[in-house]
Every structure is written in structure tokens, then in C-alpha cells.
T-cell receptor, first 115, second 114 residues
Framework: GESVGLHLPTLSVQEGDNSIINCAYS??????FIWYKQESGKGPQFIIDIRSNMDKRQGQRVTVLLNKTVKHLSLQIAATQPGDSAVYFCAENITHAGNNRKLIWGLGTSLAVNP | DAGVIQSPRHEVTEMGQEVTLRCKPI?????LFWYRQTMMRGLELLIYFNNNVPIDDSGMPEDRFSAKMPNASFSTLKIQPSEPRDSAVYFC????????????FGSGTQLSVL
């Protein structure tokens, strides 16, 4: 079936260290993937995206890696800061019947940054 | 840019009452989404609109839920009658035509049905 899951529900890192948040997806037809960050009391905020024709994409302090062979997605945050503490969601975009595209969301990973 | 604006921020009501949640998408965005978030089920898409037209409402839990988008700058999600199991955070999001997979979320409405 269609599902997006996370390997680690919680992640605790030291300030300044690099963080890696992992995500597994099950639908090989998914062609677009997004990472969102949700801070307490706020809505999810777009971080970075990647299409299935790419393996890696870099943003500011963040990198997303896509391994289509094993259906795995990861978000790497360099030099993690206290402001990075949040819940991180991965989502995959697939096309349903009738060309209806739909985002499937993971359950989220909580990232805690220790000073 | 004010972003997606939702109201109210918090809503506490009694079982059986009607609840109306409101959303103003980002100006110029042509898609609007209503999501529900709970600890148990995570983020669930309830319904989305393209150019004010409902495209996929398969996520609407039951007939007690209804959504409208009378114009490009306003949408409502109504629950009538409300039940305790409807308690959740309801998010509205919009996306631009050029990148309709990139959603911009509002701050949500925290709904508590007693």
C-alpha cells in the first residue's frame, strides 16, 4: 500500500553536530518528495524538495538524499542549532487515478537540539 | 506577505454544536487544502480545491464535515454536529499554480469538542 514511515520517531543531537533524519517510502511511483519542519504551535513549513530524477539536493544547511533503489529519503542538517528543534515530516507525491496528485505524509520525527 | 490566515486560533465547543473554521489563502495561490492533525493519525488531508472547485474530498471523514470555497480568497470547513473525536488541529494550506506541490500552511485552529 501507500505509506511513508520514519525510522526514528525522536532524535536528540548536540548543538553544532550534524543531524540526519530518515524516511522510508513504499510507492515506487512517487516522483516528488518534500521535507517540512513543524515548530510547536505552528503549521508545517517547507524546507526542501527533490524530484525522483535527482539523488541529492542542497539548500542552506540542509541536504536531501534520495535512494530510489531502497525507497529511502533522508534530511541532513549541518551544524544543528537550537532553532532546528521541531518535528520534521517527509511527504511523497503520487499520482492517483484521474491525474489526481496527492501528498502522503509520514508521522514525523521529533528533533531535539541540546545546548 | 501575510501568509495563510486561519481563524479562530482556538475553538472550544460542546458536542453537538456547529463549528466553522475559516481560511484566507495567500493571494494568487490557486490551490487550497484542509488538513487535520492528531497525535494518533498525523496529518490527514480532508479536502482540496483548485481554482475554488473541490477536487478531492475523499478524506472528509463523514457527512458531518463540509467545506466551501466561495471565492479565491476565502474557504470554510464546517462540522455539524461536532463530536469529541473531532478534536484536533485543523490546518489550511495553499499553493501557487507554478508549484502546486509546495504547500504554505496557516497556524492552524486547535479544536476541542467537549
Amino acid at each position: 500500500g501507500e505509506s511513508v514511515g520514519l525510522h526514528l520517531p525522536t532524535l536528540s543531537v548536540q548543538e553544532g553536530d550534524n543531524s540526519i533524519i530518515n524516511c522510508a517510502y513504499s510507492n515506487s511511483a512517487s516522483d516528488y518528495f518534500i521535507w517540512y519542519k513543524q515548530e510547536s504551535g505552528k503549521g508545517p513549513q517547507f524546507i526542501i524538495d527533490i524530484r525522483s530524477n535527482m539523488d541529492k539536493r542542497q539548500g542552506q544547511r540542509v541536504t536531501v538524499l534520495l535512494n530510489k533503489t531502497v525507497k529511502h529519503l533522508s534530511l541532513q542538517i549541518a551544524a544543528t542549532q537550537p532553532g532546528d528543534s521541531a518535528v520534521y515530516f517527509c511527504a511523497e507525491n503520487i499520482t492517483h487515478a484521474g491525474n489526481n496528485r496527492k501528498l502522503i505524509w509520514g508521522l514525523g520525527t521529533s528533533l531535539a537540539v541540546n545546548p | 506577505d501575510a501568509g495563510v490566515i486561519q481563524s479562530p486560533r482556538h475553538e472550544v465547543t460542546e458536542m453537538g454544536q456547529e463549528v466553522t473554521l475559516r481560511c484566507k489563502p495567500i493571494s494568487g495561490h490557486n490551490s487550497l487544502f484542509w488538513y487535520r492533525q492528531t497525535m494518533m493519525r498525523g496529518l490527514e488531508l480532508l479536502i482540496y480545491f483548485n481554482n475554488n472547485v473541490p477536487i478531492d474530498d475523499s478524506g472528509m471523514p463523514e457527512d458531518r464535515f463540509s467545506a466551501k470555497m466561495p471565492n479565491a480568497s476565502f474557504s470554510t470547513l464546517k462540522i455539524q454536529p461536532s463530536e469529541p473525536r473531532d478534536s484536533a488541529v485543523y490546518f489550511c494550506a495553499s499553493s501557487p499554480r507554478q508549484e502546486n506541490e509546495k504547500l504554505f500552511f496557516g497556524s492552524g485552529t486547535q479544536l476541542s469538542v467537549l
